[in-house]
Structure formats: C-alpha cells, structure tokens
C-alpha cells in the first residue's frame, strides 16, 4: 500500500515532499538511523506537521501514512495477542524506507539526464529499398532453340581455338644447326653480301629457325667462313664471305667439307 502511495503522492512543502520523504526529513532532524527508528516520536511529528500544513486534496493521502504509523505505534503500546495476523512490521517499514532513500538519492541524476536527452531529435528510420528481381525475357521455344544453338556453336569454336593453341605449344620443333650454317654459306657464295634479317625472316620463319641461324653464323663466324658486320646496336646484321671463301679453299658444291666441319649437325628443339 505504502508502494503505491509513493507513486502517487508529489507533495512539496517547505521541509518535506511526500509522505517518504517526511518521514526521512524526521529522522534527519533527530538525528537517527533509519534502522535505530522510534515509531512513536515520528508519527507524533508526522501528526503535528498535518496540522500546520494541512490540504483538503492531500490530507487524505497523508492520513493513509499517518494512521499507518499509528497502527504501528499502537502495537507497540498494547500487549502482543498470542496469535498476530500477517501484517506489515517495523522491519518491512524500514527496508521500504531503506529502498525509498536509494530511490530519492538518484532522482536528480535521473531528472538531470532526461531534461538534456530531451532535447534530443532522431532521425527516423527510413524505409529499406532493395532491388527488384530480375525477371527473364519472355520467349518462345523456337527462340529458346535458336539462343542454344549460339551458345553452343560459341563453345565449339571456344574449345577448337583451345585445341588448336595446344597443338601448337605442344608440337616440338626440330631445327638442325648444320642445315642453318649450309643456308648462310650458300646466300654468302651467291650474293657476296647477304643481311641476317632477309636470310631468317620474323615473318618467314620459326623463333627457334631465327634463333639456330643465329648460332649458326656465330659458328662460321669463328671457322672464319663469314663476316658478320653491325654498324650500331640492334642495327642490320650484314654477312660477307670469310677468308677461305674468298680464296676459294671452301668448295660448297661438294657436301663433304661440311659434314666433316660439322659433323651429323646438332638438332636444336
């Protein structure tokens, strides 16, 4: 009962507010701890404060604590009968005091807190857009066949190009040094001066045809078969016959002199 009144009730007078809070005002001006409490000396104080500040409109809220404490106070004068009904005691007022002080004590953080969050503003939540489904053209079967047919056609020629790339990395190609030496030797023998670039040419032949022929006029280059001349970096690379071509001990219309220089000749792959 004493709960609910304290929910309710928010008297203001000079010394108090409240019932609750009379009764804690009491005990601070005697100087008493809320567990050593007179019931007798508050509700006399309690009584006499009515009587100064009374108020038709709270009066009545008041008495319901006043005449509760009287209960209280008048059990303590008369004899305890043998069998107590299950009332409110002096304990259960003191814990609800206890309880009511803690209460009292935070109300100004609490009423702090909600006068500066009060001036807050939020902003509301706005409403979630999410993309619509995408929703497949409608078509007939005959062009449902048709785009099958192009998927399908796109893949084969997918998969040949594939094959077709795979042949070509996986075929070895087999180039022999001396065949490329015989070509440098002869191009020499018919124009005097013949340049690397129209011998092995990048449009004509293979990196590795390139490559060997350029081994293989290193190596007549040191068997002092040919000359090989570059003006600047990266320039033409012109061949003019070496010394044994020039006077005339290499005879290139037998095939002897280089198989024997040459040996089998060496296959690069």
Known sequence: MIE??????????????????????LLERNKLEITDIRISLIADQYLDILKENFDM????????????????????????????EEEITEEELIR????????????????ERYQYWS????????????????????????????????????????????????????????????????QVVANVIRRTKAKFSEIF????????EIVTGFLALLELQRRKRVRAEQKENFGEIEILPGEEIENGNFDFAGENDLNEDFGNGTVFE
């Open 96 to 111: 609800r005091l206890t309880q009511y002080k803690k209460y009292r004590d935070v109300t100004p953080e609490i009423t």
């Open 201 to 208: 040419s990048i449009q004509k032949n293979s990196r590795a």
């Open 119 to 182: 001036r807050s503003y939020y902003k509301m939540p706005e409403p979630l857009e999410f993309p619509k489904k995408y929703a497949p053209p409608e078509i007939n079967a005959t062009e449902f066949a048709a785009c099958y047919t192009e998927v399908h056609m796109r893949y084969i020629l997918r998969k040949n190009d594939n094959r077709e790339k795979m042949e070509r990395i996986l075929k070895i190609e087999k180039v022999s040094l001396r065949d490329k030496m015989k």
């Open 57 to 84: 409109e709270t009066a009545s809220e008041f008495l319901v604590t006043a005449s509760w404490l009287l209960h209280l106070k008048s059990k303590k004068l008369l004899p305890k009968p043998e069998k107590e």
């Open 4 to 25: 609910e009144q304290k929910s309710e009730i928010n008297i203001k007078l000079d010394v108090f507010e409240g019932p609750f809070d009379l009764l804690l005002t």
